[in-house]
């Protein structure tokens, strides 16, 4: 099936054989759906913390500050922004009026509170001779949307979310790179002041990021007086996919293999070569304006808090494992502190003897550990936080794309529409077990959790596979606590207009 010019293609991507084989089986056989025990909520599942208890989370995180453990904040960054401007694109392409558009009349009424408005303002005086509102005031909108957008101009048509300005100051815009700065000086900064960001770029981009972060790191580790390590890595070229024609054939392109990213799941390589003991999770075009930012703080930190909180309460299960000097009651115990507080189930522990049940109870509670934020569902999109049946037939927490479960059956369907929360990709994990050592992150991903879509390339159709999802299938065999968060921490950008939003603008 492949010739000497795809196996110099594939060892030249540090793609095997093997890994081919795997993903040419998954386009063959799909990927089975995930069964739904139950929806995930307050009453099961949910931790929704009373103000009265917060406190001490908050406490044993600040303990936890206090250490010399290592706290890295990791954001996705490599996501373009020509999502965001799809609406204007759109109109750059076709014979409609501004007036015919909801979307563009929203867009230039609000023109001027964009962050970017200056930015684009003499990016027009240039390339036109006129400024933005006159440009407006004579209908050249296409001229305005070309200089936002093309190259000529800003270019945020190529430019990834993050080096997109989203919030005015007094001082001066901020991109949402810059956002996520000044939000890890408050909750991801470490016991030497130092505060270190990981940013996951694509390499087309990655010395537009250096570049930002060497011109404002400093102004923001002066004013919050810490010291930041920015660390950037790619999409590693090994974890992108084989495209597939119709008939499930490799699919090439003037004789070569055509391979396709493998999505966010890819990333759960970059979370693994990163050595530190809390990592933060945040999408990079979710943050807030300093007037919203305490509010995220204090979630974040409650968050990290119940994650410690819980990390040593697992870490003294198995060290008593370990000491054997434990008994029945004690192993019951740990069963109940395994299904009621982290709410994992197997109906076979009734049948199995004390030796078996440790052995189980270790397994269990040995896997690196997350803390997921969950806000009321208002129709956002977005994956839920659900009870799902796993491979080995035991119950346990999963973050579910719609995709992972079966419509067609009415009970699964029944319960998909139950959700009360979804997933705003906001969370804390730890990545070390409790004897310090890392945990090797791959041993833990569902492969069986991809997705496959349809895509084309010079006019033919061709099907292209995404890894399991970084917050689903990438982390299915991690112990997961969902924690109810507020609406006000979760402000996405996902058009342009979402920035004219009361909660983007300062």
Same mark, same amino acid.
Request: aromatic share 10%.
């Given at each position: 099936?492949?010739?000497?010019?795809?196996?110099?293609?594939?060892?030249?991507?540090?793609?095997?054989?093997?890994?081919?084989? #795997?993903?040419? @089986?998954?386009?063959?056989?799909?990927?089975? =759906?995930?069964? /739904?025990?139950?929806?995930?909520?307050? %009453? &099961? $599942?949910?931790?929704?913390?009373?103000?009265?208890?917060?406190?001490?989370?908050?406490?044993?995180?600040?303990?936890?500050?206090?250490?010399?453990?290592?706290?890295?904040?990791?954001?996705?960054?490599?996501?373009?922004?020509?999502?965001?401007?799809?609406?204007?694109?759109?109109?750059?392409?076709?014979?409609?009026?501004?007036?015919?558009?909801?979307?563009?009349?929203?867009?230039?009424?609000?023109?001027?509170?964009?962050?970017?408005?200056?930015?684009?303002?003499?990016?027009?005086?240039?390339?036109?001779? #006129?400024?933005? @509102?006159?440009?407006?005031?004579?209908?050249? =909108?296409?001229? /305005?949307?070309?200089?936002?957008?093309? %190259? &000529? $101009?800003?270019?945020?048509?190529?430019?990834?979310?993050?080096?997109?300005?989203?919030?005015?100051?007094?001082?001066?815009?901020?991109?949402?790179?810059?956002?996520?700065?000044?939000?890890?000086?408050?909750?991801?900064?470490?016991?030497?002041?130092?505060?270190?960001?990981?940013?996951?770029?694509?390499?087309?981009?990655?010395?537009?990021?250096?570049?930002?972060?060497?011109?404002?790191?400093?102004?923001?580790?002066?004013?919050?007086?810490?010291?930041?390590?920015?660390?950037?890595?790619?999409?590693?070229?090994?974890?992108?996919?084989?495209?597939?024609?119709?008939?499930?054939?490799?699919?090439?392109?003037?004789?070569?293999?055509?391979?396709?990213?493998?999505?966010?799941?890819?990333?759960?390589?970059?979370?693994?070569?990163?050595?530190?003991?809390?990592?933060?999770?945040?999408?990079?075009?979710?943050?807030?304006?300093?007037?919203?930012?305490?509010?995220?703080?204090?979630?974040?930190?409650?968050?990290?808090?119940?994650?410690?909180?819980?990390?040593?309460?697992?870490?003294?299960?198995?060290?008593?494992?370990?000491?054997?000097?434990?008994?029945?009651?004690?192993?019951?115990?740990?069963?109940?502190?395994?299904?009621?507080?982290?709410?994992?189930?197997?109906?076979?522990?009734?049948?199995?003897?004390?030796?078996?049940?440790?052995?189980?109870?270790?397994?269990?509670?040995?896997?690196?550990?997350?803390?997921?934020?969950?806000?009321?569902?208002?129709?956002?999109?977005?994956?839920?936080?659900?009870?799902?049946?796993?491979?080995?037939?035991?119950?346990?927490?999963?973050?579910?794309?719609?995709?992972?479960?079966?419509?067609?059956?009415?009970?699964?369907?029944?319960?998909?529409?139950?959700?009360?929360?979804?997933?705003?990709?906001?969370?804390?994990?730890?990545?070390?077990?409790?004897?310090?050592?890392?945990?090797?992150?791959?041993?833990?991903?569902?492969?069986?959790?991809?997705?496959?879509?349809?895509?084309?390339?010079?006019?033919?159709?061709?099907?292209?596979?995404?890894?399991?999802?970084?917050?689903?299938?990438?982390?299915?065999?991690?112990?997961?606590?969902?924690?109810?968060?507020?609406?006000?921490?979760?402000?996405?950008?996902?058009?342009?207009?979402?920035?004219?939003?009361?909660?983007?603008?300062?």
């Amino acid at each position: 099936m492949f010739t000497q010019q795809d196996l110099r293609q594939l060892n030249a991507k540090g793609i095997s054989i093997d890994r081919i084989e #795997e993903q040419l @089986a998954c386009f063959k056989n799909g990927f089975p =759906y995930l069964p /739904v025990y139950a929806s995930a909520s307050v %009453e &099961k $599942g949910i931790m929704c913390i009373p103000s009265c208890e917060q406190i001490g989370f908050l406490n044993r995180w600040n303990d936890y500050l206090k250490t010399d453990k290592k706290i890295v904040k990791f954001v996705p960054a490599s996501g373009a922004a020509s999502r965001m401007f799809k609406d204007l694109f759109e109109f750059l392409d076709s014979d409609v009026s501004v007036q015919e558009s909801p979307f563009l009349r929203k867009f230039f009424k609000g023109i001027r509170h964009f962050a970017f408005y200056s930015s684009l303002n003499m990016a027009c005086k240039k390339n036109e001779g #006129e400024d933005t @509102a006159s440009l407006c005031k004579s209908n050249r =909108y296409r001229q /305005v949307i070309e200089n936002l957008l093309l %190259e &000529k $101009g800003l270019n945020y048509g190529r430019l990834p979310k993050g080096l997109i300005l989203f919030h005015n100051y007094p001082a001066g815009p901020r991109t949402a790179m810059e956002e996520h700065l000044v939000e890890g000086a408050f909750h991801a900064c470490s016991k030497n002041r130092e505060v270190t960001v990981h940013f996951t770029v694509s390499p087309e981009h990655r010395e537009l990021f250096r570049q930002l972060a060497g011109q404002k790191s400093p102004l923001y580790a002066e004013q919050f007086k810490v010291k930041y390590r920015i660390e950037f890595s790619d999409q590693k070229s090994s974890t992108d996919t084989i495209a597939v024609d119709s008939e499930n054939r490799p699919f090439r392109d003037n004789e070569r293999l055509v391979f396709r990213p493998g999505g966010h799941g890819a990333l759960v390589e970059n979370l693994n070569d990163i050595d530190a003991d809390v990592v933060f999770i945040k999408n990079v075009d979710n943050v807030a304006p300093d007037s919203l930012k305490s509010i995220t703080i204090h979630y974040k930190n409650l968050m990290a808090g119940v994650l410690v909180t819980y990390q040593q309460k697992i870490f003294d299960c198995l060290n008593l494992i370990d000491s054997g000097k434990y008994g029945h009651n004690q192993l019951m115990e740990m069963l109940y502190f395994l299904q009621d507080e982290l709410c994992v189930k197997n109906p076979e522990t009734k049948v199995l003897e004390d030796v078996e049940l440790v052995l189980y109870i270790k397994s269990k509670l040995n896997r690196p550990l997350r803390v997921c934020g969950m806000v009321k569902n208002q129709g956002e999109p977005g994956g839920g936080p659900f009870l799902a049946v796993n491979a080995d037939n035991t119950i346990s927490p999963q973050i579910l794309e719609s995709s992972q479960i079966d419509m067609t059956n009415p009970e699964a369907e029944r319960l998909f529409k139950r959700g009360t929360h979804f997933n705003p990709v906001d969370m804390v994990c730890a990545l070390k077990n409790y004897k310090g050592e890392k945990f090797d992150l791959l041993r833990y991903v569902d492969k069986n959790t991809g997705f496959i879509s349809r895509k084309s390339r010079n006019g033919r159709e061709l099907k292209a596979l995404e890894l399991p999802g970084l917050w689903n299938g990438g982390m299915s065999d991690w112990n997961t606590i969902f924690v109810e968060l507020p609406i006000d921490t979760f402000n996405p950008v996902k058009t342009a207009n979402d920035l004219l939003r009361e909660e983007h603008q300062v």
